[in-house]
């Protein structure tokens, strides 16, 4: 009923930018506790960034002051603008949010590279 609709991955090359877009659809009036997951080959996923209710931002330290997570509750929307982008940050990146449960959106490859 609730499906998470993932866009804005692709190929730059280090020191660009990119901005991820999540929105969410289906039975539900409002979104939630929202966030952006990661995961590189061979590595473990790992939290980049989430955004709450309320606005509370968190980042993982590799992140902090590249990226930016956003939310636009009358669109169902969030975001992730990526500056500064290291072939590091390669990986496909998740789309998440907690509403009651947790929804998982399909991944989108990022990929930094010259």
């Known amino acids: 009923q609730v499906h998470l609709v993932e866009s804005g991955g692709g190929l730059v090359q280090p020191g660009g930018s990119l901005r991820l877009s999540c929105a969410a659809s289906?039975?539900?009036?409002?979104?939630?506790?929202m966030g952006w997951y990661r995961q590189a080959p061979g590595k473990e996923r790992e939290l980049v960034a989430t955004i709450s209710i309320g606005y509370r931002t968190d980042y993982v330290d590799s992140v902090k002051g590249r990226f930016a997570i956003s939310r636009d509750n009358a669109k169902k929307t969030v975001y992730l603008q990526m500056n500064s982008l290291k072939p590091e940050d390669t990986a496909v990146y998740y789309c998440y949010m907690f509403l009651a449960s947790e929804y998982w959106g399909q991944g989108t490859q990022v990929t930094v590279s010259s």
């Open positions: 289906g039975s539900i009036f409002s979104i939630g506790r």
